[in-house]
């Protein structure tokens, strides 16, 4: 069971606008920035968003990151097929003093 | 460029030990936090242990608590992970990562499995 919350689907035509959820409490999320990962079948985690809403330099602006309250949300605009991967959220837990993850959420372009 | 490089991950019988490697170049090593994180067959990803840039400070997931070791050596640019006492459950990629809340960098992994 994942600290974060994060639905294990989501799905989206070429194109389309899709976000992903990531709930928490005020001991992670509440009190601490959140990153999202993109992870495409067989490699390492890439960071596509951190300190909330920040794009590291290479991420397009297609991707973006949003936080309110105990929750955090990544948008996707302009969905490609490439865009079909695992998206994980992270951030930090101030009362288990460690770093925690979603669960992973899979995205499908139909 | 900063690159991530892992080693020394392999097949270990259950009650085992493991140390796992990562050399860093591209960046000034001693001055980032510096993680590993863990992702089993199939499964998401998990957290594992920090360390502060002088290593004065350690952080552990409840599970590895009192098994694994993170260190590190600023001078090889170097971080480690000895794992012992390993259990089935332990049996994942095991990836280095530059940060200690976000990471910015990742390794392409190295492979452990825990199995008789």
């Known amino acids: 069971q994942s600290v974060l919350t994060q639905p294990p689907s989501v799905s989206a035509a070429p194109g389309q606008k899709v976000t992903i959820s990531c709930s928490g409490s005020?001991?992670?999320?509440?009190?601490?920035?959140v990153s999202w990962y993109q992870q495409l079948p067989g490699t390492a985690p890439k960071l596509l968003i951190y300190d909330n809403n920040k794009r590291p330099s290479g991420i397009p602006d297609r991707f973006s990151g949003s936080k309110s309250g105990t929750s955090a949300t990544l948008g996707i605009t302009g969905l490609q097929t490439g865009d079909e991967a695992d998206y994980y959220c992270?951030?930090?837990?101030?009362?288990?003093?460690?770093?925690?993850f979603g669960g992973g959420t899979q995205l499908t372009v139909l | 460029e900063v690159q991530l490089v892992e080693s020394g991950g392999g097949l270990v019988q259950p009650g085992g030990s493991l140390r796992l490697s990562c050399a860093a170049s591209g960046f000034t090593f001693s001055s980032y936090w510096m993680s590993w994180v863990r992702q089993a067959p199939g499964k998401g990803l998990e957290w594992v242990a920090n360390?502060?840039?002088?290593?004065?400070?350690?952080y552990y997931v409840d599970s590895v608590k009192g098994r694994f070791t993170i260190s590190r050596d600023n001078a090889k640019n170097s971080l480690y992970l000895q794992m012992n006492s390993l259990r089935a459950e332990d049996t994942a990629v095991y990836y280095c990562a530059r940060g200690v809340s976000y990471f910015h960098y990742w390794g392409q992994g190295t492979l452990v499995t825990v199995s008789s």
């Open positions: 360390i502060k840039q002088d290593g004065s400070e350690k």
């Open positions: 992270g951030t930090w837990d101030s009362s288990l003093s460690a770093a925690v």
């Open positions: 005020s001991s992670n999320i509440g009190n601490n920035y």
